[in-house]
């Protein structure tokens, strides 16, 4: 898998459609996956992998003729390999083989995003590589569903990210944007070098920060709370970028 600007190829295999369907459905709210194939079992799935370019395959375990663990076990030059079960049992083994991560089922969309997430952090370091932005532009962008049309946000405007329950609502310096999403999805796909959780309601842009105490982050004329169990983090981090602080 190389290159920062290409899609990445993904062979969903489970015998059960439903799943297929689910994994589907994630792949196409992913900006920088692309659905290559999907298939009901594993011998089919090894004669994709022969036969096609696939960087991810996400792959069920228990499955007829060949299971998902036997059929790793016959790849020479296997992809990133993403188990999806609904069986606990087999992760030692997975882990053994050498799966990037394990998904049981049913499977959520935010830890979907971060099984993907962990496959490819070391080709999207920075911002300017951000799976989510524009091939070719400076400044990454996201795309979010707000008042029935998709709405451009610029990262490097975004002051703070406030979770409303099911939706989240965007503070940039343009203005305001809501839209129905998991702050833990959001929190995956923002790089930690200049986005930082305070709260479990607050994720803020660390450059917007005007100035913090142990108990509070002052972004222009907002006091955004540092929940207990952040503190550690955030004070580190921050006092890391701020030898002055005390």
Not at 19 to 31: K, N
Not at 49 to 75: R, V
Not at 162 to 175: A, F, N, R
Not at 186 to 208: D, G, N, Q
């Amino acid at each position: 898998m190389t290159g920062t600007n290409k899609k990445y190829n993904c062979l969903i295999v489970d015998d059960e459609p439903p799943a297929r369907e689910v994994l589907q459905r994630y792949i196409s709210r992913v900006p920088m996956l692309h659905m290559e194939a999907a298939c009901g079992n594993a011998i089919q799935a090894a004669m994709i992998l022969k036969q096609q370019d696939i960087d991810i395959l996400f792959l069920d375990i228990q499955m007829p003729q060949l299971s998902g663990l036997e059929l790793i076990g016959t790849l020479l030059n296997p992809p990133k390999i993403i188990l999806t079960t609904a069986f606990e049992q087999y992760a030692i083994k997975a882990f053994e083989l050498g799966v990037s991560d394990y998904l049981l089922k049913p499977i959520q969309f935010e830890r979907f995003l971060k099984a993907v997430m962990k496959v490819l952090p070391e080709q999207h370091p920075k911002p300017q590589s951000n799976p989510l932005s524009s091939v070719g532009l400076n400044t990454p962008f996201l795309y979010f569903r707000a008042e029935r049309k998709m709405v451009k946000v610029q990262l490097d405007e975004i002051e703070y990210i406030e979770s409303l329950k099911d939706y989240v609502k965007i503070h940039t310096t343009k203005g305001t944007v809501i839209t129905k999403y998991a702050m833990a999805s959001l929190e995956a796909m923002l790089s930690t070098t200049t986005f930082i959780r305070v709260h479990r309601s607050y994720l803020v842009a660390i450059s917007r920060i005007d100035s913090y105490t142990p108990e509070d982050i002052y972004i222009a004329s907002k006091v955004i709370p540092i929940g207990k169990k952040y503190q550690m983090k955030v004070i580190d981090s921050l006092s890391n970028t701020n030898t002055d602080y005390p």
